[in-house]
């Protein structure tokens, strides 16, 4: 099992929110990043290089990485009590931001984080730690993170 | 992770070199380049597809970026994000006199962490005071070590300064070359500003990521002409064939090397005489 996440924009409930590449914020502003749990060994079929009969123009199925299929974290009483921690790294520990996230108690794949105004993550891959039992799945998402200086981005 | 409590800095910004402060009228500094981004500055109106039908994903997008990357750290000799580096320099005696000019690997240098006289079974047997430190050539890679601060009145200085490691100073006075001596702890990057990069960076990044799309998908068009016949009535049509963008991609490698080129000029010294 090797799980990853995906972005959702526009989060209104399970069943209205669109899939994205990343989240875009701007730091200091409030914000609520909502993200959906694949399990990337899953899902469709996916060989890469492999001929789809379905496609008339001979294309190959998609070669980026499987989407996955969607994991319901904690699903099973082997995998309880469950959690997530998201970190947003940094080189220096004392800007490192750590928050627990909360699942969506009606799709147990989805979850969110909340970052207040004082903490401003910087842009680039985001760590995820998943504990479900006694076991804990880390995984990082590439690039999953824009942050915009609203501020004063004149320099660096 | 570092330990930056004890810490040297300049204090100006890496981008543009040495500002000290900055109006926010100009953006010079942006978050790592997006999928979207890189359609819209490299790749706009050119179908990210292949003849068989596979065409590009966002994901796909976002992996060549990552791999760009990681081609332009390569290109530029330092990382895009700062980072945080431990090496040790050889002790030159004409530099030694020269204000112990020691230039680092990584540039430009954000800040300077710690830098003793360290022996090779991890020792330190002499570590120079941070405020001795001379950080206005930061941005080069440069540092020097200037203990004048006593002809200004300043009659302390901070940090592990012992009557043994100052004879050991005296020591060295007599030797020309000692390899390995110094060692430095510092954290070198791009940006004082974690997750932001310059736009000119940004730029070559997006610059090299497009030039590696276009040729993946230029060599697929293989035809560069076609014509068909039937009783006596012809129709053909020609094309660049495999060429496809090859003028694009001709003008973004120029674009490469001058961005390069001129990133390289900011960030490092071009000569460097030594002893040896």
């Known amino acids: 099992m090797r799980l990853s996440t995906r972005p959702l924009l526009n989060y209104e409930n399970v069943n209205n929110f669109s899939y994205g590449n990343q989240w875009i914020i701007r730091a200091g502003d409030p914000n609520t990043l909502y993200f959906q749990v694949f399990d990337l060994d899953k899902g469709p079929a996916n060989v890469i290089g492999q001929f789809v009969p379905a496609n008339q123009f001979g294309a190959n199925s998609s070669l980026s990485g499987s989407m996955g299929l969607r994991y319901m974290v904690g699903i099973g009483s082997g995998n309880q009590p469950a959690s997530m921690t998201v970190t947003f790294p940094s080189i220096d520990d004392t800007q490192v931001i750590n928050v627990t996230a909360v699942q969506d108690p009606n799709d147990k794949s989805i979850w969110s984080v909340t970052l207040g105004q004082n903490q401003k993550p910087a842009s680039g891959n985001v760590q995820f730690a998943v504990q479900e039992g006694s076991s804990i799945r880390r995984f990082s998402s590439l690039n999953l993170l824009a942050v915009e200086d609203p501020q004063n981005d004149g320099s660096c | ?276």
């Open chain 2, 1 to 276: 992770m570092s330990n930056f409590t004890q810490t040297k800095k300049y204090g100006t910004a890496i981008y543009p070199v040495h500002a000290s402060a900055t109006s926010g009228l100009l953006r010079r500094c942006e978050p790592f380049l997006t999928p979207e981004q890189l359609v819209s500055r490299f790749l706009k109106g050119i179908p990210l597809r292949f003849r068989n039908g596979d065409s590009f994903s966002a994901d796909e997008l976002k992996d060549r970026i990552y791999l760009a990357m990681n081609e332009v750290e390569l290109l530029l000799g330092t990382t895009i994000t700062r980072e945080s580096f431990q090496f040790k320099a050889p002790f030159d005696y004409s530099l030694y006199r020269a204000y112990i000019h020691v230039m680092t690997e990584a540039r430009p240098i954000i800040s300077v962490e710690h830098l003793a006289i360290v022996s090779s079974d991890a020792n330190t047997i002499f570590e120079i005071p941070p405020t001795w430190l001379e950080a206005a050539n930061f941005s080069k890679g440069l540092i020097n070590v200037i203990p004048l601060l006593a002809a200004y009145g300043v009659n302390s200085v901070q940090g592990a300064v012992g009557n043994a490691g100052i004879a050991f100073l005296t020591v060295i006075n007599g030797l020309n070359w000692v390899p390995a001596y110094w060692q430095i702890n510092y954290t070198a990057g791009l940006s004082t500003k974690e997750g932001l990069v310059p736009t000119p960076v940004n730029e070559l990044i997006g610059t090299v990521a497009a030039i590696a799309i276009l040729s993946e998908i230029a060599p697929l068009n293989v035809w560069n002409s076609q014509s068909q016949t039937q009783d006596g009535i012809s129709q053909s049509s020609s094309g660049p064939g495999n060429r496809l963008y090859q003028l694009r991609i001709e003008e973004l490698e120029k674009k490469k090397d001058e961005l390069t080129r001129k990133l390289k000029a900011i960030f490092s010294t071009r000569y460097f005489v030594g002893n040896i």
